[in-house]
C-alpha cells in the first residue's frame, strides 16, 4: 500500500507534484491521514471480539461484568468475552458442547440427571484451559434451580522402568 502522502500526490497534476510548498502540505496532510486511517481500521476491527484492541476488550468485561483477573491473557479474555454469545438464550448439551469448544477443543460429554448437569471433559495435560472461567459463563446460562457438576479428566503417558538389582555388594578381606 502505498503511503497516504504518496496518494495524496497522485491526485494532484503533474505541475503541482514539483512544488516544494504542495508536497510540504500533503506530508503534513498524509501523516493525520495515516492516523485516520489506523482509526478507523481499529474502530472497524473493534466491532468483532476475536480482532478487537485491550481497549475494547476491557470495556467489553466491564459491560458483561466480568471480574478482571491478571492471569489471564487477552486471548484468554477474547475467548471468555465470545463464549457469552453461544446459545442465543437456550442452553441445552449442545450449547454447553458449543461453549467449551471455546475453551479448548477437547472431547465433552454432558447428561442431565436428578436436576444436575453433569459436564466431563477429558483433556490432554498439555491442555491449559481457565476452569474458573467457563464455570463462570456456565452459571451465568444455566437456570438457578439446576446444579452443575463439571468434571475434567487429565490423561497423560509416561514411562516407567523397574529393575531387579538395586545394588551389587562385594566384600574384600584386607590383611595387615
Known amino acids: 500500500m502505498l503511503a497516504k502522502f504518496d496518494e495524496l500526490k497522485t491526485y494532484l497534476p503533474e505541475f ?7 508536497a510540504a502540505y500533503l506530508a503534513a496532510l498524509g501523516v493525520q491521514m495515516d492516523g485516520v486511517h489506523e482509526d478507523t481500521m481499529q474502530a472497524r476491527d473493534n466491532n468483532f471480539v476475536f480482532l ?4 475494547a476488550v476491557t470495556r467489553l468485561e466491564k459491560f458483561m461484568q466480568i471480574p478482571f483477573d491478571p492471569a ?10 465470545a463464549s457469552f454469545f453461544v446459545g442465543n438464550n437456550r442452553i441445552g448439551a449442545t450449547e454447553i458442547k458449543e461453549l467449551i469448544k ?7 460429554d454432558v447428561t442431565f440427571a436428578a436436576s444436575t448437569i453433569n459436564v466431563r471433559v477429558t483433556r490432554d495435560i498439555e491442555d491449559t ?8 459463563i456456565l452459571l451465568k446460562k444455566i437456570p438457578a434451580h439446576l446444579d452443575l457438576v463439571i468434571t475434567v479428566l487429565s490423561t497423560f503417558e509416561t514411562s516407567f522402568y523397574v529393575g531387579g538389582a538395586m545394588t551389587q555388594y562385594k566384600e574384600e578381606v584386607i590383611d595387615a
Open 102 to 108: 471455546v475453551f479448548t477443543p477437547s472431547p465433552t
Open 16 to 22: 503541482y507534484q514539483q512544488l516544494q510548498e504542495a
Open 129 to 136: 484451559f481457565i476452569l474458573g472461567d467457563f464455570y463462570f
Open 52 to 55: 478487537a484492541g485491550a481497549d
Open 72 to 81: 489471564r491473557t487477552l486471548e484468554d479474555r477474547k475467548r471468555l468475552i
